[in-house]
């Protein structure tokens, strides 16, 4: 699990730093704030962790260079485009990595550095059992063979890293053995909210919608649906699990108020679960809810509030457990409020 995180230099960031991140994390802030960026050079580090453990005799800088190119997906390749441009100083990120053995990662670079990271970690051990997800904002299971093609086959861009990688992770089968209970408590939970499950297709329809007798094509299944069975599936073929470092972006795209507090229960379970997960969002609904269970039953859930102030992105964290804070969605929701007092008031 990330225990610190700190982050100089990146794009509109002149500084990021995470302390003592909890099991659940919620970064919120207007658009173009950085939120899904941060998530991205995040997943980045830890991705290529993951993969040192698959790759043998390549080094983590190699593996690391390669990954953040193929999430960020820079001009001609060029990671100097991440790092920010009115500052002299190099992109540096450092982390710690709890767990059984503490690791610690570190990279930097500058702005004329094209496509290999030199100053990083050289001793960099895989950890066991560890594995990262990136669930981006856009769900990805009707696009499936596009993505696949346009990678895989013609090795083009337009689709990152973070759909590439999930499709790989969405294709694994389930398997044998018993799922843990919590986790296939959360399933259970999953499957009925829309009285169906995601399931393996064949060559032509990679998943299907199974909902009593019938099935569905992506196509013709609802956004939301898809959107909450790639979580289902990712328990089901154990790429979820105890040591899974979660990223979301905006889950609660496309789902209706009801599934969206559904969800905020679903995150809380997860993070109970050994799940560390890390969610940006634009929805009170799903705010609010985490604030709710937060105070209620006690539970961690870390929440970072992005401000764009003189051109610099800052930061104020809060614990949700404490309750809701100020933050620019709580604003919105409330000069809504005034103004239908207003209109009120008018007629």
Do not use: W
């Not at 679960?273 to 539970?299: C, E, M, P, W």
């Amino acid at each position: 699990m990330l225990k610190k995180i700190s982050i100089k230099n990146f794009i509109s960031y002149k500084s990021f730093v995470l302390d003592s991140p909890s099991m659940l994390n919620v970064i919120i802030g207007e658009n173009d704030t950085g939120k899904t960026a941060l998530l991205k050079l995040l997943y980045g580090a830890l991705k290529s962790l993951e993969e040192l453990a698959l790759k043998n005799g390549v080094s983590y800088k190699k593996i690391l260079s390669d990954k953040l190119i193929g999430t960020f997906q820079p001009r001609k390749g060029n990671l100097g485009e991440l790092v920010s441009k009115s500052q002299a100083e190099k992109l540096t990120v450092e982390a710690t990595m709890g767990g059984e053995k503490a690791q610690n990662l570190y990279f930097s670079f500058g702005s004329s550095t094209t496509n290999s990271i030199l100053d990083c970690s050289e001793h960099i051990e895989p950890i066991n059992g560890f594995n990262t997800i990136f669930i981006p904002a856009k769900e990805v299971l009707t696009a499936f063979d596009a993505i696949a093609a346009t990678r895989e086959n013609l090795f083009m861009d337009g689709f990152d890293d973070t759909y590439l990688d999930l499709i790989r992770s969405l294709r694994l089968k389930q398997q044998r053995g018993n799922i843990a209970k919590e986790l296939t408590d959360i399933n259970k939970t999953m499957e009925e909210l829309f009285d169906g499950v995601l399931s393996h297709g064949n060559k032509d329809l990679p998943f299907v919608f199974k909902k009593q007798k019938n099935e569905f094509s992506m196509s013709l299944t609802a956004e939301g649906v898809k959107k909450i069975g790639i979580l289902s599936t990712l328990i089901r073929n154990r790429q979820l699990h105890r040591g899974t470092v979660l990223f979301m972006d905006e889950p609660e795209t496309a789902l209706h108020p009801k599934a969206i507090r559904k969800l905020a229960l679903m995150l809380v379970a997860l993070s109970r679960n050994g799940i560390q997960v890390f969610v940006t969002s634009h929805s009170y609904f799903l705010i609010k809810q985490l604030s709710i269970i937060a105070s209620r039953d006690k539970v961690e859930i870390m929440c970072y509030s992005l401000i764009r102030k003189d051109g610099k992105i800052e930061k104020t964290e809060s614990n949700l457990k404490d309750g809701l804070p100020t933050n620019p969605i709580i604003d919105e929701a409330l000069a809504m409020f005034v103004e239908e007092v207003q209109n009120e008031v008018i007629r």
